[in-house]
């Protein structure tokens, strides 16, 4: 999957991860209103929640892997 083989890009150094990540919020937060923030904070916590959840199922034998 296109999801997957970007996945497969992302940098393996924990702390080269950690930094892209914070780079891309930094970015996403200069062209958002604080409203707008808050929203994309709270909908990003529930797709990664979500996805925990997903996981977690996976694992237990309980969908695709």
Known sequence: SSIGDAMME???????LTTAVNTLAVMLA??????????AAVLLNQLGDTLGT???QRRRGGGRT
């Open 10 to 16: 992302l940098p393996r150094d924990p702390m080269a």
């Open 30 to 39: 200069a062209g958002l209103n604080d409203e707008d923030l808050e929203l």
């Open 54 to 56: 997903i996981a977690a």
